[in-house]
Every structure is written in C-alpha cells, then in structure tokens.
C-alpha cells in the first residue's frame, strides 16, 4: 500500500504564454521523468503532444504526467492557458490537491490568469505561485506580487526573491534560510551554488523574512505568543505554519524564477512537498443524490472505503478512448465492474494505465489518491462518477459554460458523411464545451463552441485525426431573445373534430427577470379551475417553446410566466390540451411583451505598443468597444474594456497590422446585453434570407 502522505496531486495553470508547459518540462527533467528536455517554441515539449499544438505553440488540452521528488510522487497535470480551452482548466482543478499558478514576470497579472484564479478558488485548491520569466525585458517581481495583491485580492507570501533584473538575472534568495541560489550561465538546472545573501538584498532580504515570520506565526497560536516574547520559531514550525496557512487558502507562497533559463526550479518541487497537501489532507468530495442534493456523506480518501472515482476527462487515441479518472476513496482493479451513477450501467475496467503524456505504463489497480487512466469504458463522459455497483454513491457533478459561437460545417466528400458522424461523436465526449446540432430544415451540422480558436481547431482535428475534409461557413453568434415589458394575457385552446374534443384556458403574466435568470415558472392558481396535475403540462408547454424566440428563432431568457387563472373541461381537457394551449399561448404573447434581441458581449484585454494606442483604441470604439482601463506596462499599454463578439471576429488580423505584429489580445464571454435596433433588424434580417435560401 502507498503512503498518501507521499502523494501530490497537483496542476499547473497561468494565462496563455505565461510558461507552464516550458515549466512542466523542467519539473520532469530535474525528476529525471526525460532526459532531454524538449522546446515549446520548437514544438518538442512533452506534454504538448497533439500536432495543433506543436504547430501553434500553445496547450490545447491538459496533459496527465507523473513523475518523483525527493521520495515523493508527483500527479501532474499541465493545463491550457488559452481562454478558449477554459474548460480544460476547470475540470483539471476538479480533480486535483493543490496547483502552481504561473506568472510572467512581465505581462504580470493576465486576463486569463484571473478567470483561473477564480476557477481555483471555486474549488478550494491550494496553491504556490511562481514568477515567471524574470529573465525577460521589463520583468519586475515587485510589481507583480502588488498585481497579485490588487488584481487578485489574494494575499502572497514571498519566499523568494530575484539576484539581479532582466539579461542580468542570475538566481534567487531563499528567505527563510537567508541563502543565495546562483546559477551559472551553462543552462543546466543542476549548475547552482548556495552563497550569502549579496550585500545589496541583506536589507530586503531580512524585511521579507520578518513579514513571512509574522504571517506564518498567525497559524499557531502556542508559536504566536513566543514569537510576540521575542522567541523566533525554529524552522519547522515555520514551515508547519507555512503549510497550515497554504492549506486554508489564507496565503500563497510565492517564488520567482526563469523556466526558460533553469533557474529557481528546485525551490518550487521542494515548496510542493513542503506546502501543497497529499490527498488525505484536502476537504473530501461531497457526495449527491441523482437530484444533485448533497447526501452528507463524504468520499473520504481511504483504501478500505467503498469505491468513489470521477472521470474528468476522455481522450480517443489509437488504442481506444482513454478515460481520465481521479480516485478518491476505496480501490480500482483491473478486470471488476464497476457502476456509473449517471447512466445506472455496469462497466467493466479492461486496463488500468499510468500516463506520462502520450506513453503509458500498465498498472494492476489504483487507490484512493491516484489519477489514472482507464482503457475501454463504452458510456463513461466527462463529470460521471464511477463507484462500487453494491454501494452506489455520485459525486458533485461538473457544471460546464454554454457556447458563444457557432459554425455549418458539410463533409467535402459526400460518402464522408457517416465518417463525420462517428468522429464528432467522439470528439463532443471528449470536450464538454463544444457541442453539435443538426438542424433540422437544412439537414446541416451545427458546430459550437467557445470560440474561432477553439472552433478553428475542432475542424483542423477532423481533418487530421479523423481524416475527413469539411468545408465551413462563416461563424454564427450565439444570440438570445428575452422581453421587455409585463403583460397579463390569455388563452383558450377548443378543438372540436368528432369523438373527443381537446379544450384548455390559460390566464398568464409575462414580465422580463434580472439577466442571468434563465426562463421561470409559478403557478398562484387557488381553487380547481386548472387542476393540479395540468399545471406541469403547461410549465413544459412554455419550457419547451423558450428554445425557439420569436423574432429570429434564438433560445429566449430571462423572463417569468406566472399562471394566476384558467379553465378546464370535465371531459375535453388533458394533459395535452394545456401543454398544446400554452406554446400557442407563447407565440401569441411574446412579440406583446415587447420581445427583443440579446448579443453575447466580451470581455477584452489588449496589449499595445504605445506609439499604437490611439488606433487600437479607435478601432475598438469603431466595434462598439466600451473601455474600462488603460495601464501602463514597461513595454507598452494594457487596455481592458468589452465589446461585442459580433464585432470582433477576425480582429487578431487587425490589431496586428496595427501594431507591427507586436500586439496581443485575448477575450472571454462576459454577459449577454440588448442588442442596438439597428443590429437587431439586420440579424433578423440574415435569418429570414438562411430560411429561404434553405427552402
């Protein structure tokens, strides 16, 4: 049996071009897991196996490694940073104990490293940060631990700090053992010497170990009242408070270093150990009803405990489809069956494997703290909890961001047709974001997703995994309708044609919800005059109407129907009659209701030079751009504002020839608001001519 004790479940995330996966590749080459480490800018990085990435130079997909420390055992998992593979990196925070958000020493606090942020303080993991890149132009540690403070509202521990700045960056000081760590220029991570503190940082150095002292301290009351009699703490209590306080999210320990130049590595894996908690210290999972109502028993990390494992991730290979599975309590052996809660079937484990990027090694079982991978489950996906068929329990299950953009795809070759079939039905259970539909007056397939990018990959997926050549149309936005105004209304549904007749009254209020409230039903009927069992056949006749609006056919949000009176008949009513009487009902009202069109809107980060400012910020106001902030940056401005995703397609192009190519920007969905008039009428205009055309 191992030692959990010894385990560390852990990710790696930041904002895309931060250097998690150039700091994965030296995490497994001073773990001796490789022996040559590979280049994310040469596309020879391990853990960025799938061609897309190797091309593109970003993380696509999170990649499972597992590697060894000084006697202990690393699970790592290497996520994207890309807004549009969000998705990877919540559902890898799902699984994992702790994680190391990644920094650039320059571009600081991203956009995409708060959206992480945030996702990791949803669930409650522990982290370290790391500052990367120190040796960059423009790379400030300082100003980067004041963003972490402001930005973030997190509260950094400082553990280290930089010898030298920028090219001159040369190692680290280690603060609570008042030590230099300094690299010679050879590259190799190993090639360090431990010196003093140099005299210029003595000052710094002893300021920053007074702060992590009085900070750690607040952890244990016994070294606390010590330390305020002029006692210091020897240094494993330090670190005992250290880990105490890392756990309970009361504070980050923070380090700085170069990925790149090998520099400040060491000090993380060893901060991992001594910070980061094993599996059997975290809060334990919760467990569910199939209602999703918490049972109040707990999937506690045991090995003699009932079988409690979530699958967070599927990924097809040439061997099969691989399902990425957490083990939280009890044992998982190869060959026994076990039961997923969500379809209620048995399935039978065929192979248990341990990954290490894209290669593997067979294992005979796996117990609570592990994360493997399992080989031939047939209806396992993403958020399914598996678990011993003779104690069932289900985990708290992942909840996953609608799509905000879509696009009509048809197989080049018409024979491909049940080719594209079968491969977009493995590549939706791999990726819970991305979604496809048919529709059903064209016979097209719809393909949606988080965004061009992530669109633009899926495609270039079917082509070269799946050898099917697609042609695309242009990418849709994701629309919503809603309504403005109350209205009280009615409506009667008599339909009288020999044998029995269907009849079903309705008196309704329609009025618009706050955004963000989705479609709600309430019934106040007093008394009889629509019986209680019709009351959620006229529920599901609305619920089921809101997918189509009624002035271009998008799902339709955020709005209440109150149900206050009706009327039934003795014979001729049914379930039917008022499910049939309220999509009537539905058609009639809402254009009453004052029905109006949403856009999704996005949030903006963009990155200039300052001698380009001024056009970027035109041509975004020329987007219907609204901007909220511009900072400024050692190497340029940052604006931040929002804008709306049918205005920004293609804007990449833009904004490079703008600025030379130096420019960057990244977006993320933010809300839906009203859409102008104007807009409005040439999006239901669009709509109309793709009906008739399709006709």
Same mark, same amino acid.
């Given at each position: 049996?191992?030692?959990?004790?010894?385990?560390?479940?852990?990710?790696?995330?930041?904002?895309?071009?931060?250097?998690?996966?150039?700091?994965?590749?030296?995490?497994?080459?001073?773990?001796?897991?490789?022996?040559?480490?590979?280049?994310?800018?040469?596309?020879?990085?391990?853990?960025?196996?799938?061609?897309?990435?190797?091309?593109?130079?970003?993380?696509?997909?999170?990649?499972?490694?597992?590697?060894?420390?000084?006697?202990?055992?690393?699970?790592?998992?290497?996520?994207?940073?890309?807004?549009?593979?969000?998705?990877?990196?919540?559902?890898?925070?799902?699984?994992?104990?702790?994680?190391?958000?990644?920094?650039?020493?320059?571009?600081?606090?991203?956009?995409?490293?708060?959206?992480?942020?945030?996702?990791?303080?949803?669930?409650?993991?522990?982290?370290?940060?790391?500052?990367?890149?120190?040796?960059?132009?423009?790379?400030?540690?300082?100003?980067?631990?004041?963003?972490?403070?402001?930005?973030?509202?997190?509260?950094?521990?400082?553990?280290?700090?930089?010898?030298?700045?920028?090219?001159?960056?040369?190692?680290?000081?280690?603060?609570?053992?008042?030590?230099?760590?300094?690299?010679?220029?050879?590259?190799?991570?190993?090639?360090?010497?431990?010196?003093?503190?140099?005299?210029?940082? @003595? $000052?710094?150095?002893?300021?920053?170990?007074? =702060?992590?002292?009085?900070?750690?301290? %607040?952890?244990? #009351? &016994? !070294?606390?009242?010590?330390?305020?009699?002029?006692?210091?703490?020897?240094?494993?209590?330090?670190?005992?408070?250290?880990?105490?306080?890392?756990?309970?999210?009361?504070?980050?320990?923070?380090?700085?270093?170069?990925?790149?130049?090998?520099?400040?590595?060491?000090?993380?894996?060893?901060?991992?150990?001594?910070?980061?908690?094993?599996?059997?210290?975290?809060?334990?999972?919760?467990?569910?009803?199939?209602?999703?109502?918490?049972?109040?028993?707990?999937?506690?990390?045991?090995?003699?405990?009932?079988?409690?494992?979530?699958?967070?991730?599927?990924?097809?290979?040439?061997?099969?489809?691989?399902?990425?599975?957490?083990?939280?309590?009890?044992?998982?052996?190869?060959?026994?069956?076990?039961?997923?809660?969500?379809?209620? @079937? $048995?399935?039978?484990?065929?192979?248990?494997? =341990?990954?290490?990027?894209?290669?593997? %090694?067979?294992? #005979? &079982? !796996?117990?609570?703290?592990?994360?493997?991978?399992?080989?031939?489950?047939?209806?396992?996906?993403?958020?399914?909890?598996?678990?011993?068929?003779?104690?069932?329990?289900?985990?708290?299950?992942?909840?996953?961001?609608?799509?905000?953009?879509?696009?009509?795809?048809?197989?080049?070759?018409?024979?491909?047709?049940?080719?594209?079939?079968?491969?977009?039905?493995?590549?939706?259970?791999?990726?819970?974001?991305?979604?496809?539909?048919?529709?059903?007056?064209?016979?097209?397939?719809?393909?949606?997703?988080?965004?061009?990018?992530?669109?633009?990959?899926?495609?270039?997926?079917?082509?070269?995994?799946?050898?099917?050549?697609?042609?695309?149309?242009?990418?849709?936005?994701?629309?919503?309708?809603?309504?403005?105004?109350?209205?009280?209304?009615?409506?009667?549904?008599?339909?009288?044609?020999?044998?029995?007749?269907?009849?079903?009254?309705? #008196?309704?209020?329609?009025?618009?919800?706050?955004?963000?409230?989705?479609?709600?039903?309430?019934?106040?009927?007093?008394?009889?005059?629509?019986?209680?069992?019709?009351?959620?056949?006229?529920?599901?006749?609305?619920?089921?109407?809101?997918?189509?609006?009624?002035?271009?056919?998008?799902?339709?949000?955020?709005?209440?129907?109150?149900?206050?009176?009706?009327?039934?008949?003795?014979?001729?009513?049914?379930?039917?009659?008022?499910?049939?009487?309220?999509?009537?009902?539905?058609?009639?009202?809402?254009?009453?209701?004052?029905?109006?069109?949403?856009?999704?809107?996005?949030?903006?980060?963009?990155?200039?030079?300052?001698?380009?400012?001024?056009?970027?910020?035109?041509?975004?106001?020329?987007?219907?751009?609204?901007?909220?902030?511009?900072?400024?940056?050692?190497?340029?401005?940052?604006?931040?504002?929002?804008?709306?995703?049918?205005?920004?397609?293609?804007?990449?192009?833009?904004?490079?020839?703008?600025?030379?190519?130096?420019?960057?920007?990244?977006?993320?969905?933010?809300?839906?608001?009203?859409?102008?008039?104007?807009?409005?009428?040439?999006?239901?205009?669009?709509?109309?001519?793709?009906?008739?055309?399709?006709?």
């Amino acid at each position: 049996m191992a030692d959990l004790s010894k385990y560390r479940n852990i990710g790696i995330f930041a904002h895309v071009d931060a250097g998690k996966t150039t700091t994965t590749e030296r995490i497994l080459k001073l773990t001796g897991k490789i022996h040559k480490i590979g280049e994310v800018h040469d596309g020879a990085a391990t853990t960025d196996f799938m061609e897309q990435e190797q091309e593109r130079g970003i993380t696509i997909q999170s990649a499972a490694t597992t590697c060894f420390w000084d006697d202990h055992r690393f699970n790592i998992i290497d996520t994207p940073g890309h807004v549009d593979f969000t998705i990877e990196v919540y559902r890898s925070l799902k699984v994992l104990d702790g994680g190391v958000g990644v920094f650039c020493g320059s571009g600081g606090v991203e956009p995409q490293s708060e959206t992480n942020w945030r996702y990791a303080n949803e669930s409650g993991v522990a982290r370290l940060i790391f500052v990367n890149k120190l040796d960059r132009l423009g790379a400030d540690f300082y100003r980067v631990v004041g963003q972490i403070k402001s930005v973030l509202a997190a509260k950094p521990l400082v553990m280290t700090i930089p010898i030298g700045f920028e090219d001159s960056f040369v190692g680290v000081v280690d603060i609570l053992s008042q030590k230099a760590y300094v690299w010679d220029d050879s590259g190799q991570p190993e090639n360090f010497e431990v010196q003093d503190v140099p005299d210029d940082l @003595k $000052e710094k150095a002893e300021q920053y170990r007074t =702060e992590l002292i009085e900070t750690a301290v %607040e952890q244990d #009351d &016994e !070294a606390m009242e010590k330390y305020l009699e002029g006692e210091e703490p020897d240094t494993d209590t330090i670190k005992k408070c250290i880990r105490k306080g890392t756990i309970n999210l009361d504070f980050f320990p923070t380090y700085c270093g170069s990925a790149f130049k090998n520099k400040g590595i060491q000090l993380i894996l060893s901060a991992v150990i001594d910070y980061l908690p094993s599996p059997t210290e975290v809060k334990p999972q919760p467990e569910v009803d199939m209602e999703g109502n918490e049972t109040g028993e707990f999937a506690i990390v045991d090995r003699d405990k009932p079988l409690r494992a979530l699958a967070f991730k599927i990924m097809d290979d040439q061997y099969g489809a691989l399902t990425f599975t957490r083990v939280y309590s009890g044992v998982l052996a190869k060959g026994v069956n076990i039961l997923n809660t969500f379809t209620g @079937k $048995e399935e039978r484990v065929g192979r248990i494997v =341990e990954m290490h990027a894209d290669s593997r %090694e067979d294992l #005979d &079982e !796996a117990q609570a703290g592990d994360i493997v991978a399992l080989v031939g489950l047939k209806n396992v996906q993403t958020g399914h909890t598996l678990c011993d068929p003779k104690k069932p329990a289900t985990l708290e299950p992942m909840v996953f961001p609608d799509p905000v953009i879509s696009i009509a795809i048809a197989p080049k070759d018409k024979g491909a047709a049940e080719k594209l079939g079968v491969a977009i039905g493995k590549m939706v259970k791999e990726d819970p974001s991305f979604h496809v539909e048919t529709d059903q007056d064209s016979g097209e397939t719809i393909l949606k997703g988080m965004g061009e990018l992530h669109l633009d990959i899926k495609i270039d997926i079917l082509k070269r995994t799946h050898g099917v050549e697609v042609e695309a149309g242009a990418p849709q936005v994701a629309y919503r309708e809603t309504v403005t105004t109350q209205l009280e209304d009615s409506y009667t549904h008599k339909k009288q044609s020999g044998g029995a007749g269907q009849f079903a009254k309705i #008196d309704y209020i329609i009025e618009p919800l706050e955004p963000g409230s989705g479609f709600q039903f309430e019934s106040k009927i007093v008394g009889g005059n629509v019986p209680k069992e019709y009351i959620p056949a006229v529920e599901k006749g609305w619920r089921l109407s809101t997918e189509k609006g009624v002035l271009a056919g998008y799902p339709c949000l955020d709005f209440q129907v109150t149900l206050i009176d009706g009327g039934f008949h003795a014979v001729d009513s049914s379930a039917v009659a008022f499910e049939i009487a309220s999509k009537a009902a539905y058609r009639q009202s809402m254009p009453k209701a004052g029905a109006q069109l949403l856009e999704p809107i996005m949030k903006l980060d963009v990155f200039t030079p300052d001698d380009n400012v001024g056009d970027v910020i035109g041509d975004l106001n020329r987007r219907r751009g609204m901007i909220s902030s511009q900072d400024s940056t050692p190497t340029g401005i940052r604006v931040k504002g929002e804008a709306p995703l049918s205005e920004m397609f293609g804007y990449i192009g833009d904004l490079r020839t703008m600025t030379s190519g130096r420019g960057q920007f990244s977006m993320e969905f933010s809300h839906y608001a009203a859409c102008p008039r104007n807009i409005a009428e040439k999006v239901i205009e669009d709509v109309i001519a793709r009906e008739a055309a399709k006709k």
